[in-house]
């Protein structure tokens, strides 16, 4: 909107300039300077700059990006399947390395699609070339601090300054929502390496993450889909949590926990057979410090304002920015370069463009063969040129561009 305004004050200046120019103006005559026409030149110039800025602000991202492309599949070499998470490397460290991907997966493959989820131990790292090389397999036997339940990755995936990896856990025994357990946040280093977890009362089945980092302090994003336990969640229940966590990390200093803070709660979640469990999944922060979360239960989006700072919960439902339309159990997210929001719909194989307004202004299909339940996380590629996306119907890394 402030590139609209610019615009139309530019052009008024011009417009004012012209009719001074032509002696509409009952001021007293002044001497005209070579000066002028550049002013008015240099303003005109201003005026379609402004507007043209302000009509590709407004373009839906999604509109422009029609064709997808395979980039590699994301099956380590132990069989794990259902890639979730997907975190882009900002700078070469260890085994990191910068512009490539990180993903994790839930499953582990003698489970298959249904029986093996939250059994899933591997995260992969793959190049926009298709190269895929193996990050980190989490063994439940040596973690080096709690994790109720053992290691299933979910889309929970991050990393902290000092080359640091956080991948959630939301683990099973046999892939049913009868045998999950709270999990916790493991916290891996450069090389692949577990080094601590973050557990406790506040995390409780950690499903996604987002975190925003200046110098050596981060602020992480967890939503919680399991709070109070499966065994409560056969019939949907309003009590799931997103929870910020300010932590200190860096070169050589392990991620250090310096608050936790409930920024909104009252947020459905149940069971699912399917999906393990249907709850607050995707997240990502607005320039403003709006946080929005998708509440994949009730095909909502949620806007949690001054998320970075404040000190009490938002209730869910006083916090609803859009809900239903071409929403379908949204489950990843991510901002699109104009400020928008792209969510992946786990009830069909759409991502969908809704502005901070609330309105659906785009739809775009990125699974055309196998639909629902195959979309989960998503990253911007480099320039905004496309998204890229893990489907886990087919187990690939792909690019809508």
Same mark, same amino acid.
């Given at each position: 909107m402030k590139r609209s305004y610019l615009a139309v004050g530019a052009l008024a200046l011009l417009a004012a300039l012209v009719i001074a120019g032509c002696g509409g103006s009952s001021s007293p005559s002044t001497t005209t300077t070579e000066s002028e026409p550049a002013a008015e030149t240099e303003a005109a110039t201003e005026a379609a700059s402004a507007k043209e800025e302000s009509a590709h602000s407004s373009e839906p991202f999604l509109s422009k990006l029609t064709s997808v492309s395979k980039i590699a599949s994301t099956v380590p070499s132990n069989g794990d399947i259902n890639p979730y998470g997907i975190v882009s490397v900002p700078t070469s460290v260890g085994k990191l390395k910068e512009g490539q991907m990180l993903i994790s997966n839930f499953n582990a493959k003698e489970g298959a699609k249904?029986?093996?989820?939250?059994?899933?131990t591997t995260i992969v790292q793959v190049s926009t070339a298709g190269k895929v090389s193996p990050f980190a397999t989490v063994d439940a036997k040596t973690l080096p601090g709690p994790c109720p339940g053992g290691v299933g990755l979910t889309t929970a995936l991050d990393i902290l300054p000092g080359g640091y990896v956080v991948v959630g856990s939301l683990p099973t025994t046999n892939g049913k929502t009868a045998t999950a357990r709270y999990g916790c946040?493991?916290?891996?280093?450069? !090389?692949?390496k577990a080094v601590e977890t973050i557990a406790g009362k506040n995390i409780q089945g950690?499903?996604?993450?987002?975190? !925003?980092? !200046?110098g050596s302090k981060t602020t992480l994003f967890v939503s919680n889909a399991l709070n109070g336990g499966a065994a409560k969640g056969r019939h949907t229940i309003d009590n799931s949590t997103v929870l910020r966590i300010e932590l200190e990390s860096g070169e050589g200093q392990m991620p250090k926990v310096t608050g936790e803070t409930v920024v909104i709660d009252e947020i459905p979640w149940v069971d699912s057979e399917e999906a393990l469990v249907l709850g607050p999944t995707g997240l990502a922060l607005g320039s403003d410090g709006t946080l929005y979360v998708a509440s994949? !239960?009730?095909?909502?989006?949620?806007?949690?304002?001054e998320a970075m700072t404040r000190t009490t919960a938002a209730p869910a439902a006083g916090s609803v920015l859009a809900e239903g339309g071409h929403l379908n159990e949204p489950l990843g997210m991510v901002l699109a370069p104009n400020g928008n929001i792209v969510t992946t719909n786990g009830g069909d194989g759409n991502m969908v463009e809704t502005t901070p307004e609330g309105k659906q202004v785009a739809v775009q299909t990125a699974d055309k063969k196998t639909g629902p339940g195959s979309l989960f996380g998503l990253e911007l590629a480099p320039e905004g040129k496309g998204i890229?996306?893990?489907?886990?119907?087919e187990n690939t890394l792909n690019l809508l561009h």
């Amino acid at each position: 909107m402030k590139r609209s305004y610019l615009a139309v004050g530019a052009l008024a200046l011009l417009a004012a300039l012209v009719i001074a120019g032509c002696g509409g103006s009952s001021s007293p005559s002044t001497t005209t300077t070579e000066s002028e026409p550049a002013a008015e030149t240099e303003a005109a110039t201003e005026a379609a700059s402004a507007k043209e800025e302000s009509a590709h602000s407004s373009e839906p991202f999604l509109s422009k990006l029609t064709s997808v492309s395979k980039i590699a599949s994301t099956v380590p070499s132990n069989g794990d399947i259902n890639p979730y998470g997907i975190v882009s490397v900002p700078t070469s460290v260890g085994k990191l390395k910068e512009g490539q991907m990180l993903i994790s997966n839930f499953n582990a493959k003698e489970g298959a699609k249904q029986s093996g989820q939250g059994t899933g131990t591997t995260i992969v790292q793959v190049s926009t070339a298709g190269k895929v090389s193996p990050f980190a397999t989490v063994d439940a036997k040596t973690l080096p601090g709690p994790c109720p339940g053992g290691v299933g990755l979910t889309t929970a995936l991050d990393i902290l300054p000092g080359g640091y990896v956080v991948v959630g856990s939301l683990p099973t025994t046999n892939g049913k929502t009868a045998t999950a357990r709270y999990g916790c946040l493991i916290v891996l280093d450069s !090389e692949g390496k577990a080094v601590e977890t973050i557990a406790g009362k506040n995390i409780q089945g950690p499903w996604d993450s987002t975190a !925003e980092s !200046e110098g050596s302090k981060t602020t992480l994003f967890v939503s919680n889909a399991l709070n109070g336990g499966a065994a409560k969640g056969r019939h949907t229940i309003d009590n799931s949590t997103v929870l910020r966590i300010e932590l200190e990390s860096g070169e050589g200093q392990m991620p250090k926990v310096t608050g936790e803070t409930v920024v909104i709660d009252e947020i459905p979640w149940v069971d699912s057979e399917e999906a393990l469990v249907l709850g607050p999944t995707g997240l990502a922060l607005g320039s403003d410090g709006t946080l929005y979360v998708a509440s994949t !239960e009730d095909s909502k989006i949620l806007a949690v304002p001054e998320a970075m700072t404040r000190t009490t919960a938002a209730p869910a439902a006083g916090s609803v920015l859009a809900e239903g339309g071409h929403l379908n159990e949204p489950l990843g997210m991510v901002l699109a370069p104009n400020g928008n929001i792209v969510t992946t719909n786990g009830g069909d194989g759409n991502m969908v463009e809704t502005t901070p307004e609330g309105k659906q202004v785009a739809v775009q299909t990125a699974d055309k063969k196998t639909g629902p339940g195959s979309l989960f996380g998503l990253e911007l590629a480099p320039e905004g040129k496309g998204i890229y996306f893990v489907d886990d119907g087919e187990n690939t890394l792909n690019l809508l561009h």
